[in-house]
């Protein structure tokens, strides 16, 4: 029996999530908690999702998050993508970087460039740029974290870094299509909408695989982003790029549309 659209959505917030109660996803879908549980029931039988009193999750091994596990996915093209976006960046910019796995990719790379001063929500990458003993001045902003993928959260989050002014925004997203970007999770919504309206220039990191996928949650247009780092895009797309630049990594045919 084929999957409904809602069933294949519930499942790549679990992957972007880990885990979710059953009261969140109803609200999420706008529909009850006893359609989210029949679509749940669905699922588990499938074994795509674990079941537990009042949520679900994805069944993985207990070892490993659910964030961890996405770190080291498409590995080498969040690589290829983070060394184009570096390249990219003038000498002396201010970044506010995203607390996505590819924005992870790009702090390491930036450990090798010269001081900078970057915002970021991501104590990940926080970390990353702390161990990679560069020279940078990072700021954080305060608020809860959230320990499944090290994040902090919060209207005071945001309300803090809409203070700044930097020159470049880095974020990735869930899914891209023809109407735009999505997202799943309403708080980073928020965020990229606010840090959208604030930076200079707006940078989109996103493998291709990401522009076959759906997600909930309208983020922005394709003419809110500046700049589109990917490894292919298909024409749909392209097409509507013609006021930004679209940079592909080296290794594809092509610099920029």
Known sequence: MARTR?????????????KAAISFLAEEFDVSDETIRRDLKIL????????????????????EAPFDRRLSENASIKTELAIRTAQYIREGATLLLDNSTTACFLAKELTRREPMTILTIS???????????????????????????????????ISYLSTF?????????????????????????????????????????????KFSKSGLIHVCDWSEIDVLVTDAAPPEITEQFDHGHLLLPHTAQGDTV
Do not use: W
Request: charged letters at 25%; one cysteine or more; proline letters at 4%.
């Open 123 to 157: 104590l990940e990458i926080a970390q990353i740029l702390n161990s990679g003993g560069s020279q940078h001045r990072v700021i954080l902003p305060g608020g809860e974290m959230r320990q499944a993928d090290r994040t902090l959260t919060g209207a005071g989050t």
């Open 165 to 209: 002014s930097p020159s470049y925004f880095i974020m990735s997203v869930v899914a891209g299509s023809s109407g735009g970007c999505q997202d799943f999770d309403l708080f980073e919504v928020e965020f990229k909408r606010a840090m959208i309206a604030r930076a200079d220039e707006t940078i989109l990191m996103m493998d291709a695989g």
């Open 44 to 63: 588990s039988a499938e074994r795509k999702v674990e079941k537990f009193h009042g949520g679900v999750r994805l069944p993985m091994p207990r070892s």
């Open 6 to 18: 809602r069933q294949e959505q519930i499942l790549a917030l679990l992957a972007a999530r880990g």
